[in-house]
């Protein structure tokens, strides 16, 4: 399964983006979606993730309230919502897929990996 992110782009902050992530197929081993970020000169950190259903999402404290994950199974597709966007938010985001029967923010629970997209927020 491949994964191809898009959305990126550079915004203000304050204002909002949507990032898309679509798969080249649809696997029924594969159960939870999330988005990961990452900043200049760090490491890769959780972002967001949502099961198998849409009915259970998880996200990290830095953007609880401000990002929104959703995924649309018909279409093999997954989304993040970002509004409020700050400049501490500019990063290139990765969309991946996880086997895990559970929700985690773990990157080694995820095996599969779009190849991210940069999000860049001007103050």
């Known amino acids: 399964v491949q994964l191809q992110a898009s959305g990126g782009g550079l915004v203000q902050a304050g204002g909002s983006l949507r990032l898309s992530c679509v798969a080249s197929?649809?696997?029924?081993?594969?159960?939870?979606k999330g988005w990961f970020r990452q900043l200049p000169g760090k490491e890769r950190e959780f972002v967001a993730a949502?099961?198998?259903?849409?009915?259970?999402?998880d996200y990290a404290d830095s953007v609880k309230g401000r990002f929104t994950i959703s995924r649309d199974n018909a279409n093999n597709a997954l989304y993040l919502q970002m509004n409020s966007l700050k400049s501490e938010d500019t990063a290139i985001y990765y969309c991946a897929a996880s086997r895990a029967r559970v929700l985690s923010r773990t990157i080694s629970d995820y095996g599969y990996w779009g190849q991210g997209t940069q999000v860049t927020v001007s103050s």
């Open positions: 949502i099961n198998r259903n849409g009915g259970s999402t």
């Open positions: 197929k649809r696997t029924s081993s594969i159960i939870n």
